[in-house]
């Protein structure tokens, strides 16, 4: 499956910016689906996750109550809402499939990688 993440900008902190990651396949549903971060300097990091159905989700607890992840499986497209965001959330967001029913919630139960999309936060 080829993913492409979109959405990412330049938002002052305390703003909102909501991501995409669009699916090449129409058998989206079978992929539990999650996105990644990496900042400058730093290693990537998993951020949130999502099943196939949607019906778990999993967050980072640097994101728990500000993120939330959500699915559209007719429209092959996972959403990030991020709000309240800080200038620590500034990162290249990568999303991340898994041909599974566990979600990809490390970087070694990732099947597949989209490109990133950058997201910066200024103070």
């Known amino acids: 499956v080829q993913l492409q993440a979109s959405g990412g900008g330049l938002v002052q902190a305390g703003g909102s910016l909501r991501l995409f990651c669009s699916a090449s396949?129409?058998?989206?549903?079978?992929?539990?689906v999650g996105w990644f971060r990496q900042a400058p300097g730093q290693e990537r990091e998993f951020v949130a996750a999502?099943?196939?159905?949607?019906?778990?989700?999993y967050y980072a607890d640097s994101v728990k109550g500000r993120f939330t992840i959500s699915r559209d499986n007719a429209k092959s497209t996972v959403y990030l809402q991020m709000n309240s965001l800080k200038p620590e959330d500034t990162a290249v967001y990568y999303c991340?499939?898994?041909?599974?029913?566990?979600?990809?919630?490390?970087?070694?139960?990732?099947?597949?990688w989209g490109k990133g999309t950058q997201v910066t936060v200024s103070s």
């Open positions: 991340a499939a898994r041909q599974s029913s566990s979600a990809p919630v490390s970087e070694s139960r990732v099947h597949y």
């Open positions: 396949r129409r058998t989206f549903s079978t992929y539990a």
């Open positions: 999502i099943s196939r159905s949607g019906s778990s989700t």
